[in-house]
């Protein structure tokens, strides 16, 4: 596999390097589905002028990515293409070795429930055989490089791609069993937009499955490594956010980045729910619904956390699609990463219901978005209503991706513990109905 792999890193790497050196890469960069106020790349630039000048880059209203973003650019300004290429290649090859090693493990479990004649008779071809999972890696990793949204991001130089950098090492460092660089590398990520806090759920569970320890609140060895991993973990942020400071020698940071994340007071047009929303919201009601909708991303965790604490890889990809659908400034390279997932499930297609349809809504939408944004701001022969309906239409369109697999999924779960064709008691066919 190691060649596809080298082949594929090829392809990538050259198309985002010709995209780079021609007329588009300017376009790219000003698009407000690739960047945010938060990750876009003009707005490093504006820091490190600040900071090359004595000031903060914090003191005004225009940089809010972390002190460690801004002074990595301060000595990689010169290489920013091929350190953003390298994040994306990084990404990939974390991913190629995630799945990898799940797959491993998903075959080893197969095995022994084979073994065990835990599966009905009737549900055999459910089972993956190793040459359906052969390829998985390798379209991850191909569904992540070629994905013209991660393209976009890398040439538009969002600082989103180095997000998912750290995201996948997270992920890659969770599969290997390897607590502390689990920690530390979400640490990372939490650092950067507070909402990978998510993910310590189904890194815990998955940590804890590795090491054989019951997911049972009752049982010492839980909490045991429940504070254990928190200690590493917070032990980490206090080190980055004590880190922060000493390079600043201020916490202006704090309220310009995280503070910034959660208030939402830059309603610049994206792809997210938040603009369109606070833009017509009354001042008196803004702090109820700025709750709601940043409640809305964490408010998932736990029902998901308990419904699949058995497949914590899955929760991962869940968690990783509502991070996306429900932040404040999300991007299209926020979405790029867990679609990266869709291969992994592949095994799923039997039961998805809407794929078809979810897919062309997504695909319209993708297409409609510069020619609703040329309308609205360029023409004057639109408005802003047109714009957010195309962005609630996509939004709804990923919501019903994601609740799709997880259906399917759960479906899935349903027929390898009580047969693929179910009987009533009078012996006539059942329909199974999830709720």
């Known amino acids: 596999m190691a060649a596809p792999l080298t082949l594929l890193l090829i392809v990538a790497v050259t198309v985002r390097a010709a995209l780079f050196n021609s007329s588009l890469a300017e376009l790219i960069a000003e698009r407000v589905e690739v960047v945010s106020p938060i990750t876009a790349w003009k707005r490093v630039i504006e820091g490190l002028a600040l900071l090359d000048l004595g000031v903060s880059p914090y003191s005004g209203d225009v940089f809010h990515e972390t002190p460690l973003i801004i002074y990595l650019f301060h000595f990689l300004v010169d290489y920013a293409e091929i350190t953003f290429i390298l994040a994306d290649v990084i990404t990939a090859v974390a991913l190629y070795l995630t799945m990898k090693d799940y797959n491993k493990q998903v075959f080893r479990k197969q095995k022994f429930a084979l073994e065990a004649d835990r599966y009905p008779m009737d549900c055999l071809e ?4 190793p040459a359906q999972m052969f390829y998985v890696p390798l379209k991850v990793a191909m569904f992540y490089l070629l994905n013209p949204f991660t393209i976009l991001s890398c040439v538009a130089k969002s600082t989103c791609g180095l997000n998912n950098a750290v995201i996948a090492l997270f992920i890659l460092a969770t599969i290997k069993g390897n607590m502390l660089l689990s920690s530390i590398f979400l640490c990372l990520a939490t650092y950067q937009s507070i909402y990978p806090l998510t993910l310590v759920a189904p890194a815990m569970l998955y940590l804890m499955q590795h090491q054989y320890i019951p997911v049972n609140p009752h049982r010492s060895t ?13 032990g980490s942020l206090l080190v980055l956010t004590c880190l922060s400071f000493f390079l600043l020698g201020s916490w202006d940071y704090l309220t ?7 208030s939402v007071p830059d309603l610049t047009p994206n792809i997210g729910l938040f603009w369109y929303f606070f833009a017509e919201m009354f001042e008196h009601f803004r702090l109820f619904f700025l709750c709601v909708f940043q409640i809305n991303v964490f408010f998932y965790t736990v029902p998901l956390s308990i419904k699949l604490k058995d497949h914590p890889v899955f929760l991962i990809f869940m968690q990783l699609a509502v991070i996306s659908i429900f932040k404040s400034y999300p991007t299209v390279g926020d979405i790029a990463l867990y679609m990266a997932f869709l291969p992994a499930w592949s095994h799923l297609n039997r039961f998805l219901r809407n794929i078809f349809l979810v897919s062309c809504v997504l695909l319209a939408c993708s297409a409609l ?6 309308l609205w701001i360029y023409s004057g022969s639109a408005n802003s209503n047109f714009y957010y309906a195309i962005t609630l239409l996509f939004n709804v369109a990923q919501i019903l991706l994601v609740s799709d697999y997880f259906y399917a999924f759960l479906r899935r779960e349903h027929h390898l513990t009580y047969g693929l064709y179910l009987k009533r008691k009078d012996g006539s066919e059942a329909t199974l109905i999830l709720k």
Do not use: D, E, K
Not at 222 to 234: I, N
Not at 369 to 374: C, D, T
């Open 222 to 234: 839980f909490w045991w490594f429940v504070v254990q991993y928190l200690f590493m973990y917070l």
């Open 256 to 262: 310009s980045v995280y503070g910034f994340i959660v």
């Open 126 to 129: 459910l089972v993956r055989s």
């Open 369 to 374: 978005f510069p020619v609703l944004w040329h």
